[in-house]
């Protein structure tokens, strides 16, 4: 069964500054997705990045990339000029690929908190 | 991006009574829905894979008779907690899978429901 670990409970990054949050993953599939999801004060699941395995590319959205290390089963993602509204839960998630249940299994979760 | 809605955000009621939460896709056809249920400051716990047409798919340990879901169209799934008990207070949160093309898919998600049970 694929698990997700995120081993960082609490984080916290000043303005401005770039923090990198850590993400492993087991598996034994060779093609899957990887996801990460930020949840603000509102609860509302966010979806910040996503990562398809078979590429080698990190993925990169404007402040937000991840770095990809397939055989180390690592999966972090990376916040630059960290904004006051990037304070969140942040999850790193596993969705297997062809996806027919397209079940998510999520990491328990990183808090970030961007100081002033 | 595609949405999902989540119907009522907030409700409250009494010990014993039924409440039923609607989850629906807005802008996509959603064969496939997802019920999560989130205790604070802790990750989201799947409950069910909600199937239009078929019977959900609930996870180990959820009471298929207490948390009833039904999935009768391809953009919406109502989760009813039936006799509900103050354990049951909770955020429930549902997403529907959204198809990109091949074999790519992706989860969007409600905003979530707060139960409060007195």
């Known amino acids: 069964a694929q698990t997700v670990t995120q081993s960082q409970p609490e984080m916290s990054v000043q303005e401005a500054e770039t923090v990198t949050l850590s993400c492993t993953y087991d598996t034994s599939e060779n093609n899957y997705y990887l996801f990460w999801y930020k949840q603000p004060p509102s609860r509302q699941m966010i979806l910040v990045i996503r990562?398809?395995?078979?590429?080698?590319q990190n993925a990169t959205e404007n402040r937000f990339s991840v770095n990809f290390q397939k055989a180390a089963k690592s999966f972090s993602l990376k916040i630059s000029d960290s904004q006051l509204g990037d304070t969140a839960m942040y999850f790193c998630a596993f969705m297997s690929e062809g996806g027919s249940q397209g079940n998510l299994i999520f990491g328990k979760g990183t808090k970030l908190s961007v100081k002033p | 991006g595609a949405v999902v809605s989540q119907h009522p955000s907030w409700v409250i009621c009494k010990s014993g009574t039924s409440v039923k939460i609607e989850c629906r896709s807005l802008d996509f056809q959603a064969t496939t829905m997802f019920w999560y249920r989130q205790f604070p400051k802790q990750s989201l716990m799947l409950m069910a894979t909600s199937n239009e047409g078929s019977k959900a798919t609930y996870e180990q340990g959820v009471e298929k008779d207490k948390f009833l879901i039904n999935h009768a169209s391809l953009t919406l799934s109502t989760l009813t907690v039936t006799s509900a008990h103050p354990e049951d207070s909770s955020f429930y949160i549902c997403?529907?899978?959204?198809w990109g093309g091949g074999s790519s898919y992706e989860q969007y998600f409600g905003p979530g429901t707060r139960l409060t049970v007195t």
């Open positions: 997403s529907a899978l959204h």
């Open positions: 990562q398809e395995a078979y590429k080698q």
